[in-house]
C-alpha cells in the first residue's frame, strides 16, 4: 500500500483506481492506519513544501493565519517536531482555538482581530498563511531574512517575501513524517470518515464550515 498525493493539477484521488507519480508516493510503514495516512498526506506534503520553499534551517517562532484548518492543524505539529519551532501563535475563528491549542499552539487569537499589533512584540522566523486575504499584512512581524508562505492566490507578481506554494512535493517528504505518526508525536485530528459513495458530503462539511482538522474519504 502506499500513500502520497497525485499533486496538482492531476485528479482521480477519490476513486477505486488512479495513476499517480512515483515521485509524489511513498510506501506506508508498518503501524501506520491507512485512514491516517490517507488523511495526512495532503498536509504533510503542503507542509514540508512549505519548509523547503522558506529556506531556512530552523524556525524558531512560526504565526499561522487560519491555523485550525486541515493542513493547519498538523502544520504546527510538523513545525514544532521537525522545524525546531519553540512558540507557535495562529489564528482562527473562536470556536478553532481550543483545537488548536490541543495540536500545539501557544498563543491563539481571533482571526479577525488586528494580529499585528496584537504579536507587535514577536518577531517570526515564518509566517504561513492558508487563508486567501490580507497575504502581505503580517510583514511587519517578520524576521529580516523570513518569508510569507501562502497556500492561495498563485504567486506573488510585486513582493518576494510572499511565497506561494502549491501541492508539488517529494515521496522522501512522507517518508521523513511516517515515523512522527507512527510513534504518536504527530496526531491526525479526523473529525469525519465518510464512505466513497457519499464523497460530496464530505465537501458540503467543509463548505459549512466547522470542521476540527480532516475528513477522511473511506475508499475500502
Known amino acids: 500500500m502506499v500513500w502520497g498525493t497525485l499533486a496538482m493539477p492531476n485528479h482521480g484521488a477519490w476513486s477505486d483506481y488512479t495513476n499517480a507519480k512515483v515521485d509524489f508516493i511513498a510506501k ?5 492506519d491507512m485512514q491516517v495516512a490517507g488523511a495526512a498526506a495532503a498536509a504533510i506534503g503542503t507542509t514540508l513544501l512549505a519548509m523547503d520553499t522558506a529556506g531556512a534551517s530552523k524556525f524558531d517562532k512560526v504565526l499561522f493565519i487560519g ?4 493542513v493547519g492543524a498538523i502544520a504546527i505539529q510538523l513545525f514544532k517536531a ?12 473562536p470556536s478553532k482555538h481550543a483545537f488548536m491549542k490541543s495540536m500545539g499552539a501557544d498563543f ?9 499589533t496584537a504579536l507587535s512584540d514577536h518577531k517570526f522566523d515564518l509566517i504561513f ?22 497556500l492561495a492566490g ?3 507578481k510585486t513582493n518576494p517575501r510572499v511565497k506561494f506554494v502549491g501541492l508539488k512535493p517529494k515521496a522522501e517528504y512522507w517518508d521523513r513524517a511516517a515515523p512522527l505518526l507512527v510513534s504518536g508525536k504527530v496526531k491526525v485530528p479526523i473529525d469525519k470518515t465518510i464512505d466513497l459513495d457519499h464523497a460530496m458530503d464530505a465537501v458540503d462539511a467543509l463548505l459549512h464550515g466547522g470542521v476540527l482538522g480532516k475528513i477522511s474519504i473511506k475508499v475500502v
Open 28 to 32: 506506508v510503514p508498518e503501524g501506520l
Open 67 to 70: 491555523g485550525g484548518g486541515g
Open 82 to 93: 521537525i522545524g525546531g519551532a519553540s512558540f507557535v501563535a495562529a489564528t482562527d475563528v
Open 108 to 116: 491563539v487569537l481571533d482571526v479577525t482581530e488586528d494580529y499585528v
Open 129 to 150: 498563511n492558508t487563508w486567501h486575504a490580507d497575504r502581505e499584512k503580517g510583514e511587519p512581524l517578520l524576521t529580516d531574512d523570513a518569508v510569507i508562505i501562502s
Open 154 to 156: 498563485g504567486p506573488h
